[in-house]
């Protein structure tokens, strides 16, 4: 019974070559972009989970505005911000800082 069926879809992919065509592509960038959709969804919930106190982690970001209706948000503030933070408030225990540089590779 299987064998017919694969005979029969054969059969109309073979005869509608263009039309089978257009529906396969769209179900491969449909499948596609939902596999990129999902994978950018859980890795944004999967972001700091493990560590065990996972719920009392916070990052600051700043907020440029850059006209009407335009904001950059940028995971960056000036360097002094985190120990004055833990020196005025006594909710915040520890603070850890990261600094980037660009990387000049000179041959």
């Given at each position: 019974?299987?064998?017919?069926?694969?005979?029969?879809?054969?059969?109309?992919?073979?005869?509608?070559?263009?039309?089978?065509?257009?529906?396969?592509?769209?179900?491969?960038?449909?499948?596609?972009?939902?596999m990129?959709?999902?994978n950018?969804?859980?890795?944004?919930?999967?972001?700091?989970?493990q560590?065990?106190?996972?719920?009392?982690?916070?990052?600051i970001?700043?907020?440029?505005?850059?006209?009407?209706?335009?904001?950059?948000?940028?995971?960056?503030?000036?360097?002094?911000?985190?120990?004055?933070?833990?020196?005025?408030?006594?909710?915040?225990?520890?603070?850890?800082?990261?600094?980037?540089?660009?990387?000049?590779?000179?041959?």
């Open positions: 019974m299987i064998k017919k069926y694969f005979q029969t879809a054969a059969r109309v992919l073979l005869k509608n070559k263009m039309y089978s065509f257009i529906n396969i592509t769209g179900l491969t960038l449909g499948l596609w972009a939902c990129i959709v999902a950018v969804v859980l890795d944004d919930l999967s972001y700091d989970k560590w065990s106190r996972k719920d009392d982690l916070y990052r970001i700043t907020v440029n505005k850059m006209g009407e209706g335009l904001n950059e948000r940028n995971a960056a503030s000036f360097a002094g911000l985190a120990p004055e933070l833990k020196k005025n408030y006594p909710e915040v225990e520890t603070y850890s800082q990261l600094y980037t540089s660009p990387l000049k590779i000179i041959t």
